[in-house]
């Protein structure tokens, strides 16, 4: 059962998946290497499976996930009850490993940590990912909540939804004198195809299924599928044959740089609405149909976990998000 578990083992395997090796870890438990194989080695054997891949860094297997999320949760509520009952312990921080897609990350969801109290000894944990890998971190235990683009619920997580993330058509005015004869208009399905494309990296769909729409001859576009959360990656890249967008395809993969590089007139793109707004007041944008946009839906998925430092993060993303976000992401 697992409270037969020796908890310090359960701890170093957890520190071992955090840090990615043996070593890392030894270093942060500050013990040898061969101490903390030999607890890992031990607890493998006490539970009957194998807990991790021994790659670089280190995977936790199915097994091995249910240990993580078992020993994260542990330790969250650890923090709590020392909290509650006024032990001063280490003083460290509460700590919240959280997954972000890039375009929230780059937009509305650092001002919503600032919402959190600021007398919450808190230390987040960052991790930029793509919706099927928040679902998969999840799942491992190696974060404890996320934003996503997928309603359904991880397995032990509760899931709310948060709104729309609205993406719009735009390119540089240079650009659209030099591909599109100077009209932003609705560039044809053709027009679009041959003029440079900005993609956040070589599964980002979304400028395709804008091509794709119905307006440009394509099969429909249903709000968050096939679209993911706009930067987001498919399981696998895209066939050249089911691209809509770009003999020129341009990678920028971060957020920010994927805007600039369409205001710089590198290519064409969907950027975020909220994002591309005072590039548009400014002039250095210009929307290639003011008429259409695609809608990506956004949730907040979490362990369901007592924690007050997990609630008061969820309240305050949820809080922001309803200030930032169009509404209703399931209507």
């Not at 921080?93 to 969801?109: C, E, K, Q, Y």
């Not at 494309?197 to 119905?214: C, G, K, N, T, Y």
């Amino acid at each position: 059962m697992m409270t037969d578990l020796p908890l310090d083992q359960v701890r170093t395997l957890l520190t071992v998946v955090d840090e990615g090796t043996f070593e890392a870890a030894a270093a942060v438990l500050h013990v040898t290497p061969s101490a903390v194989s030999q607890r890992v080695k031990a607890l493998e054997q006490r539970t009957g499976r194998v807990l991790l891949l021994r790659t670089k860094p280190v995977r936790p297997t199915g097994s091995g996930e249910a240990v993580v999320r078992f020993a994260r949760r542990l330790a969250a509520l650890e923090r709590d009850t020392r909290a509650e009952l006024g032990m001063s312990g280490t003083g460290e921080p509460t700590r919240l490993p959280i997954a972000v897609n890039a375009d929230s990350l780059a937009t509305w969801f650092l001002p919503a940590l600032t919402r959190v109290p600021a007398d919450l000894p808190l230390c987040y944990e960052l991790r930029r990912e793509d919706q099927d890998h928040t679902a998969a971190l999840l799942r491992e235990g190696l974060v404890m909540a996320a934003v996503t683009s997928s309603p359904d619920a991880v397995p032990g997580c509760s899931v709310h939804a948060l709104g729309r993330m609205r993406y719009v058509p735009v390119a540089s005015p240079s650009f659209v004198a030099r591909w599109f004869g100077g009209r932003s208009g609705s560039p044809s399905r053709e027009l679009l195809r041959a003029a440079p494309v900005i993609v956040f990296d070589r599964r980002d769909d979304l400028q395709d299924a804008f091509v794709r729409e119905p307006a440009h001859g394509g099969g429909p576009v249903r709000d968050g599928e096939p679209v993911r959360d706009g930067k987001s990656a498919p399981d696998r890249e895209p066939a050249p044959d089911a691209r809509g967008a770009g003999a020129v395809r341009h990678l920028v993969p971060t957020s920010e740089g994927f805007a600039e590089a369409v205001a710089a007139g590198m290519g064409w793109g969907m950027v975020p609405e909220v994002q591309a707004d005072p590039l548009l007041r400014s002039g250095r944008l210009v929307r290639l149909a003011p008429d259409r946009h695609i809608d990506v839906p956004l949730f907040w998925q979490q362990w369901k976990l007592g924690s007050p430092a997990l609630a008061a993060v969820a309240q305050a993303v949820r809080a922001e998000a309803a200030r930032t976000l169009d509404r209703d992401p399931t209507g």
